[in-house]
């Protein structure tokens, strides 16, 4: 609701969109796609009403998100969010709350960042497959969208400092490395030895994760790099795919012979948190599926 990542980004403005743009638009949408989604809207149109604006004009104010937080509050019956009911009634008082918020000591954590550049470069047809080129556009685009005018190659160490830890209000950034080195000339797409220097740069604000094994490149060799990750570059967790770019594409995280040695030999050197990026929907549609279960898993945690 304070925050508005495209500030961050010098001279570049959104484009006209039937999306959300604003960041209170951008937070209201969070909950208008779920199953309260119907409930919310109807306890949300009478503050628009009283706004004078319709409900689509209304969910983009600060008043309109503080009315669908409110809503949340009413229909569970708890008091998830500290909201109140003049925020969502009036634009002038929940203006006048916002502002008087940000000064608060927020902790706030991005838990999902990259660099996506290397050394090396991302040469088509000589350390870059199809596959490959195929991703590295695609983050292209992304960044581009973002306004960075080169994509990729802008998405460096330094401006990794730049915008996420001096030009927003992050606090501490987790960052992790991809892998996929059969698609990248066999060597990682994003290199740790490269990406370590976030850590070093910037070490009480940076986590780094292990990233890029997967039991396809050889079980013995994994787990050789997963002891390279944590005894010499000190890794605080891993950041695993359960698709990857082998012949075999993919694994399984209760797989008692590939999966299940990984995670003894994390309990061993302490690492406790593998998050896995995949969902259900993109595995099963990219990978195909066992049975009813993907290859992702969410967040396992090594007791």
């Known amino acids: 609701m304070e925050f508005n990542v495209f500030e961050y ?13 604003t960041a209170e638009a951008q937070g209201t949408s969070f909950f208008l796609g779920g199953p309260m989604g119907k409930r919310i809207r109807e306890q949300v149109e009478p503050y628009a009403d009283k706004a004078g604006m319709s409900r689509r004009a209304f969910f983009g104010t600060a008043s309109g998100f503080a009315a669908t937080m409110l809503a949340v509050n009413k229909i569970t019956g708890m008091q998830f969010f500290e909201v109140t009911e003049a925020e969502a009634a009036d634009q002038a008082a929940a203006k006048e709350i916002m502002i008087s918020r940000k000064a608060g000591p927020d902790f706030i954590v991005d838990v999902h960042t990259h660099i996506c550049t290397r050394k ?10 199809e596959k490959g080129m195929w991703f590295v556009r695609l983050l292209d685009d992304l960044g581009k969208a973002q306004g ?28 992790n490395p991809f892998g996929f080195r059969e698609d990248y000339g066999g060597k990682d ?28 490149q050889g079980l013995s060799e994994t787990l050789e790099r997963l002891h390279m990750f944590v005894e010499h570059h000190k890794i605080s967790g891993l950041k695993l795919y359960t698709f990857d770019s082998t012949p075999a594409r993919g694994w399984w995280f209760d797989d008692e012979k590939r999966a299940y040695p990984i995670w003894e030999e994390c309990r061993k050197l302490g690492i406790k ?4 990026a995949t969902s259900a929907t993109n595995c099963r549609a990219e990978y195909g599926s066992r049975g009813n279960r993907p290859y992702g898993r969410g967040w396992k945690t090594a007791h």
């Open 273 to 276: 948190t593998t998050p896995t």
């Open 148 to 175: 960075l005018p080169n994509g990729t190659k802008d998405m460096t160490v330094e401006n990794f400092g730049k915008l996420i830890l001096e030009g927003s209000d992050t606090s501490v950034a987790i960052f």
């Open 120 to 129: 090396d470069g991302y040469i088509p047809g000589v350390n870059t497959t």
């Open 189 to 216: 797409m994003i290199p740790i030895e490269e990406q370590v220097e976030i850590r070093n740069r910037w070490p009480d604000r940076s986590v780094m994760l292990g990233g890029g094994l997967t039991p396809n």
């Open 9 to 21: 980004f010098k001279d570049y403005k959104p484009p006209i969109t039937d999306g959300p743009v």
